[in-house]
């Protein structure tokens, strides 16, 4: 790929091959199943060694042997299954940070006999992986018409080393569905399906807050259009620019009649356990750098990841269409901003553009084996570290 470019889409942006939708879906996941297996088998494997880190080390920390045995339904997860199981009312003001969208689909999956609202999330999680990345296959492909390119996006997506989150019963699987939806809706070949954009963009911001932000790419791409659109399609592009603040604003307005405040979804996530407030990021990676001379070695680990998101962005906006580059830079300013770094990677992960364009810059065979090695690696590395309560995914 060279050059920014909304001319990167080549005319014919079918997808490949015949037959109906369903058979050319069934293609699009079937060809996406090594690298999901794969972020699976190192996922697994990271468990199944943080358990025996446990067992043979018989750490002093309760916190260590409670994570580990908690599994795929540990940190964040146990929550979205508090939720999916009682509902927000009984757990108080702290469940309002994790929006509703995941945690009510798994909870209708759960009405399947035999089925707790814990494994429906963690089936949930993991299928919407398998559709993202499938999504963002058939996505990269359409843009580019670079077969290739679109396969490493996906090996990058699914190998990221906070993408053990996709495994886990989290929402950020989900939240890419729909993220990825909503651009497959935008860019489309002869002009954008507004009404899906419009419905993608509402489902993530219910999905996590960082939805929102896909509200972002819907103007960017509004924006561009905007002198050759017809009224009927100004109209309906700006229907889709305010889908996803009134996705966000439904949840808000349910807070505010059942909890008699609309903005303690967002009043909790910003306080110093948890996001934490605005601050300079710059102080804040000082800060966090330093933690190492304090062992303080979990919130170091995400220093080097902001700098690395940072030179993907400037990558985005250089290789691929400006609805890339401006969705990556809000995600990534938004995740860099807080007073506090811990899940940085994890935010970073729903900025899938930083995927596509570290992809771009692996397009050599060796390059590319030495990069998903190490991002491998990094994967298992941190998912031991969550798993082991060390890290904070």
């Known amino acids: 790929m060279s050059g920014p470019a909304d001319g990167l889409r080549p005319a014919a942006s079918r997808w490949w091959g015949g037959g109906s939708w ?3 879906a069934a293609r699009e996941l079937v060809g996406v199943l090594p690298q999901w297996l794969a972020a699976r088998v190192v996922v697994a494997g990271a468990l199944g060694l943080a358990h025996l880190v446990v067992d043979r080390t018989h750490p002093r920390s309760a916190g260590a042997v409670a994570r580990v045995h908690q599994g795929l339904l540990g940190w964040d997860a146990g929550w979205y299954e508090a939720i999916a199981r009682s509902g927000y009312r009984p ?58 390119l679109a396969v490493r996006s996906a090996w990058l997506l699914s190998l990221a080393p906070s993408a053990f989150v996709l495994v886990m019963g989290y929402a950020e699987a989900t939240l890419l569905v729909f993220t990825v939806g909503a651009f497959l809706a935008l860019r489309r070949a002869g002009g954008p399906w ?17 939805g929102v932000l896909v509200a972002v790419a819907v103007a960017v791409e509004a924006a561009r259009r905007w002198r050759a659109a017809g009224a009927g399609e100004r109209a309906m592009s700006l229907v889709a620019v305010a889908a996803a603040p009134a996705g966000a604003g439904a949840f808000l307005v349910w807070s505010w009649g059942v909890f008699g405040d ?12 948890h996001h934490g407030g605005l601050s300079d990021p710059l102080r804040t990676l000082v800060d966090d750098a330093r933690g190492v001379l304090h062992h303080h070695v979990g919130t170091a680990l ?18 691929l269409p400006a609805a890339y580059g401006a969705f990556a830079t809000a995600v990534v300013v938004v995740a860099a901003s807080g007073t506090n770094l811990d899940s940085f990677e994890r935010y970073a992960l729903s900025a899938f553009p930083l995927a596509v364009a570290g992809a771009t810059l692996t397009a050599s065979r060796r390059v ?7 991002a491998a690696a990094a994967l298992a590395g941190y998912a031991v570290l969550a798993f082991c309560n060390i890290s904070v995914p």
């Open 262 to 273: 609309a903005l303690l979804p967002l009043s909790v996530q910003t306080q110093s356990g």
């Open 368 to 374: 590319e084996r030495c990069v998903l090695a190490l």
């Open 91 to 148: 757990l108080g003001h702290q469940a309002l940070r994790f929006f509703p969208l995941f945690p009510l689909l798994g909870r209708a999956l759960s009405v399947v006999p035999g089925v707790s609202a814990g494994t429906a999330l963690v089936v949930l999680a993991n299928c919407s992986a398998l559709v993202a990345t499938a999504m963002l296959v058939v996505l990269v492909r359409r843009e580019t018409g670079d077969p290739a």
């Open 22 to 24: 369903a058979a050319r």
């Open 194 to 210: 507004w009404w899906a954009a419009a419905l993608c963009a509402a489902a993530a911001a219910l999905t996590r807050p960082l």
């Open 302 to 319: 995400h220093v080097p990841w902001v700098v690395v998101a940072a030179a993907l962005v400037v990558v985005a906006w250089r290789r």
